[in-house]
């Protein structure tokens, strides 16, 4: 097999062992101030953040450098609004009939319900699908690999992003997302992976009072 042709890494830039620890501290800081917003503002955001932010996401590590997903960017009132109504429907669903009492009850210190306002009034609705196949350079479909992985790792990444540029962000799960395809005119092949709303939150946001484990209980260190 003919190598691939590879050339020498450019962008790698280090640090003194201080600096690397002052920017990985205030970048902890930076994301432990990241809450799930549920009120938004109806405030415009310019497109050149999103913009910015998804190329951000774009450049997630992934299977075999196929970059399975699709970012589907809506801003449209009519569109959000019928994302809305799809949601709702699935989301009563759940609460009424889906969802065990253990679910529900893990559910309570949010207080969340069937009821969606925010994916009308949020300036922004990400919808992140995850590809099974890609298209290779002669337009021929290919099998995609490690999908929910890469997927994964870069809405994490379209998170931070939009954290570090000033907006708040929710994600949103309705089950099944189906729907999003119809609505989105987005093919078979590809799977709805997550909701993402952003925008500003709205002045009287609220958010519950939770805490995240310590390092002790999401880490383990062998030396």
Not at 12 to 36: C, G, I, K, W
Not at 160 to 171: I, V
């Amino acid at each position: 097999m003919k190598p691939y042709p590879h050339q020498a890494l450019q962008t790698y830039e280090r640090f003194a062992p201080e600096e690397m620890r002052q920017r990985a501290h205030e970048f902890r800081e930076m994301l432990t101030r990241r809450r799930s917003v549920r009120q938004f503002s109806t405030e415009p955001v310019d497109r050149v953040i999103i913009e910015d932010c998804l190329l951000a996401a774009g450049s997630a590590p992934n299977g075999a450098n196929l970059q399975p997903w699709h970012f589907a960017v809506v801003s449209d009132p009519s569109i959000k609004h019928a994302i809305r109504l799809g949601a709702e429907k699935e989301e009563h669903e759940f609460y009424t009939r889906r969802a065990s009492q253990e679910w529900l009850h893990a559910l309570e210190p949010f207080g969340t319900d069937a009821d969606k306002p925010y994916l009308d009034l949020a300036p922004y609705l990400i919808v992140i699908f995850s590809q099974k196949t890609s298209l290779d350079p002669d337009g021929i479909p290919v099998k995609n690999y490690y999908v929910q992985e890469s997927v994964g790792i870069a809405t994490g990444m379209l998170i931070t992003a939009l954290h570090y540029a000033g907006l708040a962000t929710l994600t949103h799960t309705p089950s099944p997302m189906g729907f999003l395809n119809g609505i989105l005119q987005r093919p078979e092949s590809e799977k709805p992976f997550l909701l993402l709303v952003t925008g500003y939150p709205a002045e009287d946001a609220q958010v519950p009072i939770i805490s995240k484990k310590p390092l002790s209980k999401i880490a383990s260190f062998y030396e």
